[in-house]
C-alpha cells in the first residue's frame, strides 16, 4: 500500500464549478497535510496546509481533514482554466523522517 | 525576499559522467531537502540537510551525495549518471522545527544521455 494515494485523473469539471481533490494516507500517526500546485514542466508550489480535523479555507480553496479515516481533501471554487494544473498532496509521516512524502498526483483540467 | 533558488535549471549529462546541483534556501530557512521527480510521479525524498549534516535519507543509492554550508546552502551531486537519472530535481527549503510547511525552488531539469 502506497503511503499516500491519489486518483492520476484527469479530473475535468467546466469553469465556474467547484473541483474535488482527494487523497488517502496511511500512516495513521501522520500530522501534517500540505496541497501543492504544480503546472506542467514548473516545480510544485504550496497552496494549502492543514493539521487539525476538520475545514481550512483561503480564498477559493478549501482544505479538509479527516484524520479518523485518513483522509484529506482540496476543493476548488469558482474552477478558472488558470486552475489547470496536478494537484499533489503530501504529509510528514509520524514514523519519523523528517521529510515530505508526496502522492503522485491528479492532473485538473478546467474547461472553458 | 529570495524565495528558494536553485542552478542550473537545465543540464544536460552523458552517461558516466558526474553532476553537481546548486540550492539557496528561502531566508530564514535552515533545513534543506532534495527530491527527485519523474514525469507523471510525485517528488521522491533523496536527502535532507540540517546544520551541514545529511539528517535523512530516502531509497537513493550512494551515487547520490550532498553538502550543506554555513550560510545553509546546499549542493546535490551524483556519481556515474545512469539513464534513469534523467528527471526533475528539486530542493525544497524549511525551518527545522518539526511539520512545517516546505517550499520548492524552480528544480533542475537534467537529461543524462
Known amino acids: 500500500q502506497k503511503e499516500v494515494e491519489q486518483n492520476s485523473g484527469p479530473l475535468s469539471v467546466p469553469e465556474g464549478a467547484i473541483a474535488s481533490l482527494n487523497c488517502t494516507y496511511s500512516?495513521?500517526?501522520?500530522?501534517?497535510f500540505f496541497w501543492y500546485r504544480q503546472y506542467s514542466g514548473k516545480s510544485p508550489e504550496l497552496i494549502m496546509s492543514?493539521?487539525?480535523?476538520g475545514d481550512k479555507e483561503d480564498g477559493r480553496f478549501t482544505a479538509q481533514l479527516n484524520k479518523a479515516s485518513q483522509y484529506v481533501s482540496l476543493l476548488i471554487r469558482d474552477s478558472q482554466p488558470s486552475d489547470s494544473a496536478t494537484y499533489l498532496c503530501?504529509?510528514?509521516?509520524?514514523?519519523?523522517?523528517?521529510?515530505?512524502?508526496f502522492g503522485s498526483g491528479t492532473r485538473l483540467q478546467v474547461q472553458p | 525576499d529570495a524565495g528558494v533558488t536553485q542552478s542550473p535549471t537545465h543540464l544536460i549529462k552523458t552517461r558516466g559522467q558526474q553532476v553537481t546541483l546548486r540550492c539557496s534556501p528561502k531566508?530564514?530557512?535552515?533545513?534543506v531537502s532534495w527530491y527527485q521527480q519523474a514525469l507523471g510521479q510525485g517528488p521522491q525524498f533523496i536527502f535532507q540537510?540540517?546544520?551541514?549534516?545529511?539528517?535523512q535519507r530516502g531509497n537513493f543509492p550512494d551515487r547520490f551525495s550532498g553538502h550543506q554550508y554555513p550560510n545553509y546552502s546546499s549542493e546535490l551531486n551524483v556519481n556515474a549518471l545512469l539513464l534513469g537519472d534523467s528527471a526533475l530535481y528539486l530542493c525544497?527549503?524549511?525551518?527545522?522545527?518539526?511539520?512545517?510547511?516546505?517550499?520548492f525552488g524552480q528544480g533542475t531539469r537534467l537529461t543524462v544521455v
Open positions: 492543514i493539521y487539525s480535523n
Open positions: 525544497a527549503s524549511s525551518w527545522t522545527a518539526i511539520n512545517t510547511e516546505a517550499f
Open positions: 503530501a504529509l510528514y509521516p509520524y514514523t519519523g523522517r523528517r521529510a515530505l512524502t
Open positions: 540537510y540540517y546544520e551541514e549534516e545529511e539528517r
Open positions: 500512516d495513521r500517526g501522520s500530522q501534517s
Open positions: 531566508s530564514g530557512h535552515d533545513t
